[in-house]
């Protein structure tokens, strides 16, 4: 077993077992952070081998006032054998020859194990609140995916059928709202329409006169054509992204605008209130909104902060607005669809 410091030729190893070891995030680049962790003379990446395998990561760093440590992993075959304490201990020792007095790092307290795990070793909580701001300001989160790249969008559509087979769930409670508001046949927008799987269960369920479908991805579209079958023929397909500025401009009023996993598209939750804003300008005196996505919580790291609104601040941002009666409709699998209604002196 030996503990050495990383080279750039390890990042392959390492990423693979920070993979393993869910310590990856997909807003965040690991390849980036081994890069400057290796280039910064304030930071390094120990990495403990065994047979020529790396087994075993931490990534220590001193600010000049106190050390920190990051990505503490070891390969879950070799876990419990103590290799984790080691590492902690080579981490210690380099941040002691930096000169460092004290060592922090930053844990979950629902992460009950990796608590544990720091008492049994020495370590203790601290009576102080983390606060953090993003010093890169109006950078939006990049999407791991091209949906303008078909095969790309091809499979998105495959796994998100995987992943969340409550969808379907979702398609209901949408065309049940509608059926119990408007009993004459009405006039539909879909922001972010996708692979169209909403739009054909609302069309095959609803009286709908008009059916259009926006999408910034022409694949997305063209996927949605496919799906929608002879129900094509009553919807209208528009390739437009709502991030622009005056992507509503010139479409026709509507009585209901639907949304499904879309909203985060704008790639970063400071620019949702504006595009609901926007929102009221397409539709109707007495209109309806019905708006679904994933929201974050404390204890899904897999969702970005800056990506997604809270349950609360969802609700929230479509009374600050100008939307009123808003009602969570359907809360499942961490994703959430809300009914809003426009009234006339909000127009």
């Given at each position: 077993m030996n503990i050495r410091t990383a080279t750039i030729n390890d990042t392959k190893a390492i990423m693979a077992l920070w993979k393993e070891t869910k310590l990856?995030?997909?807003?965040?680049?690991?390849?980036?952070?081994?890069?400057?962790?290796?280039?910064?003379?304030?930071?390094?990446?120990?990495?403990?081998?065994?047979?020529?395998?790396?087994?075993?990561?931490?990534?220590?760093?001193?600010?000049?006032?106190?050390?920190?440590?990051?990505?503490?992993?070891?390969?879950?075959?070799?876990?419990?054998?103590?290799?984790?304490?080691?590492?902690?201990?080579?981490?210690?020792?380099?941040?002691k020859l930096q000169g460092a007095p004290k060592v922090l790092l930053m844990v979950r307290k629902s992460n009950e194990s990796v608590v544990n795990f720091y008492t049994n070793i020495g370590y203790e909580e601290n009576n102080v609140m983390l606060v953090g701001k993003w010093l890169e300001e109006n950078v939006d989160v990049p999407s791991p995916i091209n949906f303008h790249n078909l095969a790309e969008a091809e499979e998105w559509v495959i796994n998100t059928k995987k992943k969340r087979p409550y969808r379907h769930d979702f398609f209901i409670a949408f065309a049940q709202e509608i059926n119990a508001n408007f009993k004459n046949p009405?006039?539909?927008?879909?922001?972010?329409s996708g692979p169209g799987h909403l739009a054909r269960h609302i069309l095959e369920n609803c009286n709908v006169?008009?059916?259009?479908?926006?999408?910034?991805?022409?694949?997305?579209?063209?996927?949605?054509?496919?799906?929608?079958?002879?129900?094509?023929?009553?919807?209208?397909?528009?390739?437009?992204?709502?991030?622009?500025?005056?992507?509503?401009?010139?479409?026709?009023?509507?009585?209901?605008?639907?949304?499904?996993?879309?909203?985060?598209e704008v790639r970063h939750k400071k620019h949702i209130g504006n595009l609901f804003k926007q929102l009221r300008h397409v539709l109707r005196e007495d209109g309806m909104l019905l708006y679904s996505d994933h929201y974050y919580t404390e204890d899904n790291r897999n969702k970005h902060p800056e990506?997604?609104?809270?349950?609360?601040?969802?609700?929230?941002?479509?009374?600050?607005?100008?939307?009123?009666?808003?009602?969570?409709?359907?809360?499942?699998?961490?994703?959430?669809?809300?009914?809003?209604?426009?009234?006339?002196?909000?127009?």
């Open positions: 990856t995030r997909p807003w965040n680049s690991i390849e980036d952070d081994i890069k400057r962790a290796l280039a910064t003379p304030t930071s390094t990446l120990l990495v403990m081998e065994y047979k020529s395998h790396v087994i075993g990561t931490v990534m220590p760093g001193y600010d000049g006032h106190r050390g920190w440590f990051y990505y503490l992993a070891v390969d879950p075959l070799y876990q419990g054998n103590g290799f984790g304490k080691q590492l902690v201990h080579a981490a210690e020792e380099w941040l009405v006039t539909i927008l879909e922001i972010g006169k008009k059916y259009m479908l926006l999408d910034f991805s022409a694949p997305m579209n063209e996927i949605a054509r496919n799906h929608l079958g002879n129900f094509a023929n009553r919807a209208t397909f528009l390739k437009r992204n709502f991030k622009a500025p005056d992507w509503y401009k010139n479409l026709e009023k509507v009585d209901i605008v639907v949304t499904l996993q879309a909203v985060h990506l997604y609104l809270t349950l609360d601040e969802q609700s929230a941002i479509l009374t600050k607005s100008g939307f009123h009666d808003v009602e969570l409709l359907l809360d499942k699998g961490e994703m959430a669809l809300y009914r809003a209604i426009i009234k006339t002196e909000n127009l």
